[in-house]
């Protein structure tokens, strides 16, 4: 499976999930951004850190 | 009075007498009339609703009443800050078929409340995700040092009516770099407060993690002036902090000697053009800031604001992208699919990275009261260019405008930029602080203007 088999996999899934009816022509450009999201995203989970650590916001009852 | 005219002069001269509000505001509704059909700033323009404020600011005077520090100021927000009346069409199509708000927003009502004069809505990028101040509903904001060049987003119709000489003050939203980036594009002073400080209350929000709103200006004296009006408590923006006013007004004569000023190396100098680079050079030698500084992990922290970004702007438009996915800007709508589609474990670790790189930046600041960086790495890109290059790669414009503002306001510093003096297109040089110290950059980007190595200029083509 090629990256853009794998993109395009995962945009027909998900936007059937979410019930997103996606036009052919945004495809393309869709794959572009998902590619760069999942570049970044990658880059944040490479960085190890404790379980203990919370996240930023914290809610103030 | 002039187009340039700062608001602090035209509020001395509403409240001693010498020039009438309703003076003040048939004049800048004049030069919007003139010079919006070139600049495309204002997307709704509040004559009436003016007209009526001002003549009641000329009868509370003559009744002796005090008028307040921005007594007279005409301002304006950028479209997705609710203006009683009008649907806060944040930049979209889609939010013109919202009922109209019910109320100003909180920051409307404290600049009021000081005397300033709401004289319209402004132009900004598609539901603020945006670094450029296009628009595919409403055209593209103009940047009036350059009309065939990009104002910068998303707040663009606030750069270009502030540098434009439309107002003197307009307020925009910085998620990303959103104030920041037209006001180094348009050659203005503009901050991004500390996250939590101003009230977003009655604004059509992003990403609730990182959102914030703020002034734009052409002196620094102004910009202080409408963040003292501005701040406090406020129980309708759950972020808002519980923090009394702060005023910076009376810190500004301090100046900056004394205070420790150190360069953001590495990652802020990675892929900057000449231009940017120069700017931040000439800052530094002006302050005598000779110490360099590493944000660790800064490209990883502008990766995980940008997973924020994107998952929490998808899932605040989610029900509109199945619905009425066609009524978006093209390049927003596939941006936040793909943002839809990322896997939620990456959202959460993105929000654990965040509480790392704070405590990592805070510590950056013993020792430091403040940390230049360029604003952005390039001066204002030609409307329609769709790339540049970055660090020797030519990469995608939109989202990459914002490298160097991005890792900043992710974990909510304070940041004034400061448009520094040239002959070429501006370019601005961001004076970042520790939380809560908007006093420090202020106190620095005034002592820059004091000694002319900041300067708002005026275009040269605008009369």
């Known amino acids: ?61 | 009075m002039n187009d340039w005219t700062t608001a602090s002069s035209i509020a001395a001269a509403v409240q001693d007498g010498s020039v009438s509000a309703s003076e003040v505001t048939r004049a800048a509704l004049g030069r919007i009339e003139r010079h919006n059909p070139s600049l495309n700033a204002f997307t709704s323009v509040t004559a009436e609703r003016a007209i009526t404020r001002a003549r009641a600011l000329g009868d509370a005077r003559v009744a002796g009443t005090p008028l307040g520090p921005l007594a007279g100021v005409p301002f304006a927000v950028k479209n997705l800050i609710d203006i009683a009346g009008l649907p806060t069409r944040a930049g979209s199509r889609i939010n013109r078929t919202r009922p109209p708000a019910a109320a100003d927003a909180t920051l409307i009502a404290r600049l009021e409340a000081a005397g300033a004069v709401l004289v319209g809505a402004l132009n900004m990028g598609e539901y603020a995700y945006d670094f450029t101040g296009e628009n595919s509903h409403d055209g593209p904001s103009r940047n009036p040092h350059d009309l065939t060049r990009m104002t910068g987003g998303s707040s663009g119709g606030s750069g270009g009516a502030v540098a434009g000489g439309l107002v003197p003050l307009a307020l925009g939203s910085d998620t990303n770099g959103s104030i920041r980036v037209p006001a180094s594009f348009c050659g203005l002073f503009g901050l991004k407060p500390t996250f939590g400080r101003l009230s977003r209350a009655g604004s059509f929000p992003f990403v609730a993690s990182l959102d914030h709103l703020g002034p734009l200006a052409r002196s620094v004296a102004d910009l202080a002036l409408a963040y003292d009006a501005m701040q406090g408590p406020d129980p309708l923006d759950p972020a808002c902090a519980q923090r009394a006013c702060e005023p910076a007004v009376p810190t500004l004569p301090h100046g900056a000697g004394g205070l420790r000023i150190a360069v953001a190396g590495g990652y802020f100098q990675d892929g900057a053009s000449p231009e940017a680079l120069q700017a931040a050079a000439r800052v530094a030698d002006a302050l005598s800031a000779t110490q360099t500084v590493e944000l660790p992990e800064a490209a990883r922290a502008r990766s995980a604001a940008y997973v924020i970004t994107t998952t929490e702007g998808a899932a605040l438009h989610l029900e509109r992208l199945r619905t009425r996915a066609d009524e978006f800007d093209p390049d927003v709508r596939d941006r936040l699919i793909a943002g839809a589609l990322l896997p939620a474990p990456f959202a959460v670790q993105a929000q654990k990275f965040r509480r790392w790189y704070r405590d990592a930046v805070l510590r950056c600041f013993a020792g430091i009261d403040a940390i230049i960086a360029p604003a952005t790495p390039t001066t204002a890109p030609l409307i329609g260019q769709k790339t540049f290059v970055l660090d020797g790669v030519e990469v995608p414009l939109r989202p990459n405008i914002g490298v160097y503002t991005q890792p900043i306001s992710f974990i909510g510093l304070p940041v004034v930029v400061v448009p520094v003096a040239t002959d070429a297109l501006p370019i601005g040089v961001q004076i970042i602080a520790p939380p809560w110290r908007e006093d420090i950059a202020l106190r620095i980007a005034c002592d820059l203007e004091q000694r002319g190595i900041a300067e708002a200029r005026h275009p040269a083509g605008m009369a």
């Open chain 1, 1 to 61: 499976m090629t990256e853009i088999d794998e993109l395009d996999a995962l945009i027909d899934a998900g936007t059937a999930v979410l019930g997103i009816a996606v036009a052919p022509e945004w495809r393309e450009q869709i794959r572009l951004h998902l590619a760069i999201s999942l570049r970044h995203a990658a880059a944040v989970e490479a960085f190890p850190l404790p379980d203990e650590t919370d996240p930023a916001p914290v809610f103030q009852a």
